[in-house]
């Protein structure tokens, strides 16, 4: 089903540039698919382990990201900026860290880089890419936003589209239970 979420936003987005020349800025879908369950964390770093059972009646941001991807740390100002502005609205930003590489499961390395890029948002550790399988994803760095209801309504891929992503964020914060 995600998968299936995924091909139709690409369409779309080529379908509006091809038309228009430029990617077209769309609200949230209102409904999508159940978003998978955190699974196969090896650890949980600036939080307890949550599930998105508990983060019902909030906005989720998960964002797979590793740290050696440059394209993810470009991404990481504007997913710190999200995360300081629209946490105390209910936004909840979680980041999957799935490793590109062996030394990326090393613990202690993602914590040092957590505190380098001064990340205060709860990290999934997804060494065995069970979280990222689960999202049949295959981007770093990738963002799934899901709604109250823990459904996946908005997916971007890569850097890009910030104002998009973050037009999403707020409609999503404003929408009523």
Request: proline share 5%; hydrophobic share 40%; aromatic share 12%.
């Given at each position: 089903m995600l998968s299936q979420l995924k091909t139709l936003a690409i369409a779309a987005t080529f379908a509006a540039?091809?038309?228009t020349g430029t990617a077209a800025l769309a609200a949230p879908l209102q409904t999508g698919p159940t978003a998978p369950e955190f699974t196969g964390i090896s650890q949980w770093l600036n939080s307890d382990p949550l599930t998105l059972q508990q983060l019902r009646g909030k906005v989720v941001l998960v964002d797979f990201w590793t740290y050696t991807c440059i394209n993810c740390i470009?991404?990481?100002?504007?997913?710190k900026s999200w995360n300081q502005k629209y946490k105390d609205q209910g936004l909840t930003v979680v980041g999957v860290?799935?490793?590109e590489?062996?030394?990326e499961r090393n613990t202690d390395n993602v914590k040092t880089a957590?505190?380098?890029f001064g990340i205060t948002y709860p990290v999934a550790q997804d060494n065995q890419y069970s979280t990222w399988s689960a999202y049949n994803n295959q981007y770093w760095p990738a963002f799934y936003l899901l709604n109250k209801k823990g459904q996946v309504v908005y997916t971007h891929f890569g850097e890009g589209d910030y104002a998009q992503t973050e037009a999403a964020i707020k409609a999503l914060l404003a929408q009523k239970d």
């Amino acid at each position: 089903m995600l998968s299936q979420l995924k091909t139709l936003a690409i369409a779309a987005t080529f379908a509006a540039t091809a038309a228009t020349g430029t990617a077209a800025l769309a609200a949230p879908l209102q409904t999508g698919p159940t978003a998978p369950e955190f699974t196969g964390i090896s650890q949980w770093l600036n939080s307890d382990p949550l599930t998105l059972q508990q983060l019902r009646g909030k906005v989720v941001l998960v964002d797979f990201w590793t740290y050696t991807c440059i394209n993810c740390i470009n991404t990481l100002p504007y997913v710190k900026s999200w995360n300081q502005k629209y946490k105390d609205q209910g936004l909840t930003v979680v980041g999957v860290h799935t490793p590109e590489y062996p030394f990326e499961r090393n613990t202690d390395n993602v914590k040092t880089a957590i505190k380098r890029f001064g990340i205060t948002y709860p990290v999934a550790q997804d060494n065995q890419y069970s979280t990222w399988s689960a999202y049949n994803n295959q981007y770093w760095p990738a963002f799934y936003l899901l709604n109250k209801k823990g459904q996946v309504v908005y997916t971007h891929f890569g850097e890009g589209d910030y104002a998009q992503t973050e037009a999403a964020i707020k409609a999503l914060l404003a929408q009523k239970d």
